[in-house]
């Protein structure tokens, strides 16, 4: 059984915007720390954005500003609203544990950012 399951991403000119959602099983989102991860073709995997167990939240700098981190409990859900999208946001995101291989890896949503 996946534990979490991405979607929501799509193809979207530059200036726009995409929200994503992570499904979460056998997981509860408000247990842990949450994060956002994305990996573009020939690159590392990168955290973005993370949030805590407390509500706390972290961006990276090359998102700052423009991603909102957030979760549902009700839903056991984690979204990523992104705004002011760049080509360079172009990747596949994925959600996870925020420190280190916790849980299996989803399949991921493909985000292009294209004109």
């Known amino acids: 059984q996946e534990q979490f399951v991405e979607s929501g991403g799509g193809l979207v000119q530059p200036g726009g915007s995409l929200r994503l959602s992570c499904a979460a099983s056998?997981?509860?989102?408000?247990?842990?720390?949450m994060g956002w991860f994305r990996q573009a073709p020939g690159k590392q995997r990168e955290l973005v954005a993370h949030?805590?167990?407390?509500?706390?939240?972290k961006y990276a700098d090359s998102v700052k500003g423009r991603f909102t981190i957030s979760r549902d409990s009700a839903k056991n859900t984690v979204y990523l609203q992104m705004n002011s999208l760049k080509p360079e946001d172009t990747a596949v995101y994925y959600c996870?544990?925020?420190?280190?291989?916790?849980?299996?890896w989803g399949q991921g949503t493909q985000v292009t950012v294209s004109s």
């Open positions: 996870n544990y925020p420190w280190g291989g916790r849980f299996d």
């Open positions: 056998a997981v509860i989102v408000t247990d842990y720390a």
């Open positions: 949030i805590t167990t407390g509500g706390y939240t």
